[in-house]
């Protein structure tokens, strides 16, 4: 059982410890909370990698592919885009299709379209692993931190967490959440 469940989601630079988990763990700790972290952009990595490890060479996910995505294409909101499942949002064609004539605006290869396409199909089913560990600690609050792209993965695990267990308490903290964007 943990009090505190703090987590990181992608697109954070995957040779990187989250540092501001590995703080807040340590001061919840020092004042009595059971509290653990889940770096799941990390988790995220070896979804793809072992999901699409059985494809063709050039058909794999790999640490480049995530890298252009949470580092290259942040600006164009492909991360976020990726996490934009049920139930975070319906899934409509109609959508999709005006972001790709964004994509495409915005001149973005299309081969890097058609990793995201991928990854996006390989997430719903990272998430409910994420849900599932999660809920294995029956934790009384799951807090997020959130910059740069992760503020819709954050949300969709958010909801999903809620949908399943009404009574956790969910707290969002980070650069996304300071100042007038937090309020935005």
Known sequence: KADVILV???WEMLSLPSIQLGTLQSLLQ???F???SRTFYLALMQHFISSTA???EGERITVDDYAKIGLRYYRVGMGDWIFAVPPYRDLTD???Q???AYLRSERVPRYVVARAVQMRRLVPAFLESCVEDILATSPDVVGFTSSFSQNVPSLTLAKLLKQRLPSVRIVFGGANCDGPM???
């Open 94 to 96: 109609e959508a999709d």
């Open 30 to 32: 020092n004042a009595g």
């Open 98 to 100: 005006k972001y790709f």
């Open 182 to 184: 937090g309020a935005a």
């Open 54 to 56: 059985k494809l063709r």
């Open 8 to 10: 990181s989601m992608p």
């Open 34 to 36: 059971r509290t653990e």
